[in-house]
């Protein structure tokens, strides 16, 4: 990433916009970051990492009356979230939907004092994300989460859980809970299809106590956004959510850890503003692009951006790297 730093500043100059940035030097460090950000009056701030970055990001920025919008170059070893909002992998490509200023308004979700917006979740299972250490994260990527998920998989216990929604109550013995606002998480392109970034609803998913043998179709037919209708699945769609449990009951929010139950889930309706592609057709995907040619814009002149790039552990360093070579 630091060695990408210099292109990506030339090009967003190039683009009319002049720039300060922020390396971050460790964890909770880029929330620092984008709240002093937002406090001294930048006009976008812009995330480049991976998840992990973007988590740490909002949650400098959720809490704050002037929220500037935000731009996303997704350089992690995750990027869920840009790719749930089609901003492309490449980081030109990314720096080129910044320059085009055109944002959508998502919700975010807040939990106790923390915020998130991909997904929230708790469960023995859910533990593991946080648990892959991020070097093996970096070599193997997205195969790590699988591999560790395996070797857990016979340690999966069912917690008691006491839930309420806006549709009422309910207690229940579950695997694991997911609150999503995409629709697609780790690898999971189907989780809640029906999931919509700015309706200021959460996805709830809940996988009721199971055998390991119903674990693993139901985790079959989720890969395939059929599990649904499973019975041993719950769904609902909910603006708030409370979960308590007599068990103790860690939470994963986008991937890190999050504290622990009880927990108060409230949906914040579009309440940040994010730099996506107006016309809908770049994508994750997509690769390396020209420079446009961009028409004078004389009002961006001025504007300061704030970059909290950050490299905790050195892990999201040379993802670019990778990604050239793919
Ligand atoms: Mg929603």
Redesign the pocket.
């Known amino acids: 990433m630091k060695r990408r730093l210099p292109d990506v500043l030339q090009r967003l100059e190039r683009g009319g916009l002049e720039t300060s940035t922020h390396a971050t030097v460790g964890e909770g460090d880029a929330t620092l970051a984008a709240a002093e950000a937002v406090e001294r009056g930048f006009d976008i701030i812009i995330a480049a990492g991976g998840d992990g970055t973007l988590y740490e990001v909002i949650n400098g920025m959720a809490e704050k009356e002037n929220r500037p919008p935000l731009g996303i170059i997704p350089l992690g070893t995750t990027n869920d979230f840009a790719r749930a909002l089609g901003i492309p992998r490449h980081w030109d490509a990314a720096v080129d939907v910044i320059l085009q200023q055109y944002t959508v308004a998502i919700?975010v979700g807040k939990v106790n004092h923390r915020y998130f917006i991909n997904i929230a979740g708790g469960g023995s299972l859910t533990e593991l994300t946080y648990e892959v250490p991020s070097k093996l994260k970096t070599m193997i990527g997205q195969l790590a989460y699988y591999m560790k998920g395996l070797e857990k998989l016979p340690r999966l216990r069912p917690i008691k859980l006491n839930i309420m929604t806006d549709a009422g109550e309910m207690q229940e013995e579950v695997m694991l809970f997911l609150i999503s606002?995409s629709n697609s998480v780790g690898g999971f392109e189907r989780l809640a299809p029906d999931?919509?970034?700015s309706?200021g609803?959460?996805?709830m998913l809940i996988l009721r106590k199971c055998t390991l043998p119903e674990f693993i179709r139901v985790v079959t037919l989720a890969l395939r956004g059929e599990h649904l209708d499973d019975p041993n699945i719950i769904y609902l769609q909910t603006k708030f959510v409370q979960v308590t449990s007599p068990d103790y009951v860690q939470i994963n929010l986008d991937g890190e850890f999050g504290g622990t139950l009880p927990c108060v889930f409230t949906n914040l309706p579009r309440h940040l503003h994010i730099f996506v592609d107006e016309t809908g057709q770049s994508s994750y995907k997509q690769t390396g692009l020209p420079l446009p040619h961009l028409p004078n814009l004389p009002n961006l002149q001025q504007l300061n951006l704030k970059l909290p790039w950050k490299h905790k552990g050195g892990h999201d360093e040379d993802e670019q790297d990778k990604q050239d070579k793919e």
């Open positions: 919700d606002n999931a919509s970034l309706d609803l959460f996805d």
